[in-house]
């Protein structure tokens, strides 16, 4: 069982650590963008708001993050349907953006911590990070996934996900299985 957990995370890190590295850019600058722009707020005219203020910052740094991950991270992953694709990216981002605006909530209305140092380290920390961890597999095989399968330099990226039957003695992988014997003609 850990073999197999084992074999699939390394498939899974040797197939995206470029794509990995490009997002983790994307997402420090994102990260700036949202951070300064969180505390701007919180210091400024929204005081008081520091979940609105949360939700503000996190749909400009996604602005940015959609063009920087469709241009630069993903652009080999492009979907031609661009309406749909920003359709998708929105539902992700919303999805993360919820859970950092989550992490404030708890934070400052469940625990009660409300100075601007605790709602910050949990909007912009921790929910940022759950957020993050959440968006680059929901882009990876959602948002920016028409072309994973027809592209041959990303043709076998799925395959690396299936554990191959030297690494384990109990079940075939599911692609394995499901194969179609080749055909022999007489």
Known sequence: MLVQIWAKLMGLASMMWREVAKF?????VAFIIDS?????LLHGSMEDS???AKII???????????????WTFRH????NVVREVVMFAIMNAIGLGIA?????????????????????AGSVVGL?????FRFFAYRFWVFSAELDED????????????????TTHAAPKAEANQVPPRIDE
């Open 24 to 28: 983790g850019v994307v997402g420090g």
């Open 36 to 40: 300064g722009i969180y505390l701007w």
């Open 50 to 52: 520091a979940v609105k």
């Open 57 to 71: 910052a996190g749909v400009v740094a996604t602005v940015f993050s959609w063009v920087a991950n469709r241009f």
């Open 77 to 80: 992953r492009r979907q031609a």
């Open 101 to 121: 605006a989550a992490c404030v909530w708890v934070t400052k209305y469940w625990i009660g911590l409300t100075d601007t140092t605790s709602v910050f380290i």
């Open 129 to 133: 990070v759950l957020g993050t961890i």
């Open 152 to 167: 041959p330099e990303f043709s076998s990226d799925r395959e690396l996900l299936h554990v191959s039957s030297e690494s």
